[in-house]
């Protein structure tokens, strides 16, 4: 159901803003603000509380690392982050604030649409395209310092390491659990624990922290 999800566009480009709405509103998603920079976007995600914002990371004045950590930080929406393909870095900061998707900017809007959905619902969206870089770069010490994982943290257990092979695969918590003939909430608790364990703030930064770690 679709009528219920509310949007936050962040972009500097007022094109593809409009392109946005209409992808998002087209499918019956309700488009409730929009922002050209990243201030405005912690002001308007404050004021307007979205389901999910839809966050550019290269902008004018604040960025979209630093306002998708302050939203996240404040617990004021979900961040689904549109990226390009040479913005490797900037999606490693977005990683680390805490976003939960991850779409790039040439998305169709059936895609676009079902990754909004997923994510207004507490599950995170990986696009195997950017995936497939990023964790790449951060196996070879790019990004995310090993050093954040506690050298003594709480071993996962076999079925907490079965979600997490399922996280580092894209995998939604509906796949999770079809393919572990599990339920859904059952698997929502298992990824809780699984982030809590690896002191991760999102299934994006969980799977940067056990590139390369044996864990």
């Known amino acids: 159901m679709t009528a219920g999800t509310t949007v936050l566009v962040a972009d500097d480009h007022a094109a593809i803003r409009a392109g946005l709405r209409i992808m998002l509103e087209s499918h019956g998603v309700r488009v409730v603000g929009e922002a050209a920079d990243g201030d405005v976007a912690v002001r308007n995600a404050a004021a307007l509380r979205p389901d999910v914002v839809l ?4 902008m004018p004045g604040r960025d979209g690392v630093s306002a998708t950590r302050e939203i996240v930080e404040r617990e004021l929406s979900d961040v689904l982050v549109l990226t390009s393909f040479d913005e490797d870095e900037l999606v490693f900061g977005a990683i680390e604030a805490g976003a939960v998707g991850f779409l790039l900017k040439t998305v169709d809007a059936g895609t676009l649409v079902q990754a909004v959905l997923a994510v207004a619902s507490g599950e995170g ?9 990023a964790l790449a770069a951060v196996a070879r010490g790019a990004a995310v310092d090993p050093a954040e994982v506690p050298a ?26 079809r393919r572990l003939s599990i339920s859904v909430p059952t698997v929502k608790t298992h990824v809780s624990n699984v982030l809590a364990k690896l002191g991760a703030r999102s299934r994006s930064h969980a799977a940067a922290l056990t590139q390369g770690r044996d864990v």
């Open 55 to 58: 966050m550019d990371l290269r």
């Open 125 to 133: 969206v990986l696009d195997p395209r950017v995936t497939r870089r």
């Open 152 to 177: 003594d943290q709480p071993a996962l257990t076999s079925r907490e390491q079965e979600v997490l092979d399922g996280i580092l695969r894209g995998w939604s918590n509906a796949e999770l659990a």
